[in-house]
């Protein structure tokens, strides 16, 4: 603990404005489609993982940008609805971030614009370290400069806070950070990139996966956990000790953010002082119902549900 009463998490990331395309099927090079609908969401994967926290009943603080335009400001007003302490930078020359979300056949396909999530650096950060100082768990993903990640994050573990980094979207990362984090926690696809091992995404059992993961912990990695969907998540530590837990049967309305709300999940888990293997299990927990729900922010659960949903599987 940090001295505060309790537990809380830091999130710094990204703000967008997602443009949800529902398709009945996905268009080809040159085609055109009619497609069946249209939503505009609040997203980023920062501000999804933060209000995730704040439905989970942490107390979580938003570090990060949006432009000074008609998104930002419905962003802005969309996160009051929530008790999030925004920390957030206006940055009146830039474009609020927008990502491009095509949903179909219960899956998604993302492209993301950052606008003034690019152009988040240090020194903005570092006006709002105290939010920092005062946590419990510091979340962090790479839809903001990576610099600015890495500065962050050896900030972070000079204060002897617990990092998380969610490494999505994926790109090679300075081999200096990997001993500082809590817990790197990418996906299937993800692992691949950073493990330079493509063959992982078409094996069939574990064996090549516990083998890409093995080279992340012999990068100095403490612990590494990572989420396969459906699948559930595997984890390895630093011992190479492993553990999976399956994921949840569940009704599928659309898996936007369904990561985002695994990682929050995780984090208040590990805020609130559990270990990883009954913080993997609540977070799988969480991530499925997060599928069960139109949007990514919306389709956030409540404790209550999760708490509820736990107790009805046994």
């Known amino acids: 603990m940090t001295g505060t009463q309790n537990p809380n998490i830091v999130v710094i990331g990204s703000m967008n404005m997602d443009i949800v395309i529902e398709t009945p099927v996905l268009p080809e090079k040159g085609e055109t489609i009619m497609g069946a609908g249209v939503k505009l969401l609040p997203g980023g994967k920062g501000a999804n993982?933060?209000?995730a926290a704040s439905r989970l009943g942490m107390e979580t603080s938003f570090i990060g940008a949006v432009g000074?335009?008609?998104f930002g400001e419905?962003?802005?007003?969309?996160l009051k609805q929530y008790?999030?302490?925004q920390a957030l930078n206006v940055m009146p020359e830039e474009k609020t971030g927008i990502a491009s979300i095509w949903v179909h056949d219960r899956d998604n396909r993302i492209v993301v614009i950052p606008g003034a999530n690019g152009k988040i650096t240090w020194s903005d950060i570092e006006q709002r370290k105290s939010h920092i100082d005062r946590a419990d768990v510091v979340l962090l993903q790479l839809e903001i400069p990576l610099d600015t990640v890495v500065a962050s994050i050896k900030y972070a573990h000079g204060r002897g806070k617990k990092i998380i980094l969610n490494p999505a979207p994926a790109q090679p990362l300075p081999e200096e950070i990997y001993p500082m984090l809590h817990l790197l926690t990418p996906n299937r696809q993800e692992l691949s990139i950073l493990a330079g091992m493509p063959?992982?995404?078409?094996?069939t059992d574990f064996s090549a996966l516990y083998a890409a993961m093995r080279r992340m912990i012999d990068k100095g990695l403490p612990s590494i956990m990572v989420t396969l969907g459906a699948d559930g998540?595997?984890?390895?530590?630093?011992?190479?000790?492993t553990f999976h837990i399956p994921g949840r049967k569940m009704e599928v309305s659309d898996t936007t953010g369904?990561?985002?709300c695994f990682n929050a999940a995780l984090a208040v888990s590990i805020a609130k002082g559990l270990g990883l293997k009954e913080a993997a299990e609540y977070a799988v927990a969480a991530s499925a119902l997060a599928v069960t729900k139109f949007g990514a922010q919306n389709g956030m659960p409540e404790a209550s549900e999760v708490d509820q949903f736990l107790a009805n599987a046994f």
């Open 199 to 203: 063959e992982i995404l078409k094996a």
């Open 49 to 51: 993982q933060a209000v």
């Open 83 to 85: 008790s999030i302490v």
């Open 258 to 260: 369904a990561g985002d």
């Open 233 to 241: 998540v595997v984890h390895m530590n630093a011992s190479g000790h």
């Open 74 to 78: 419905q962003m802005l007003q969309e």
């Open 68 to 70: 000074k335009d008609r």
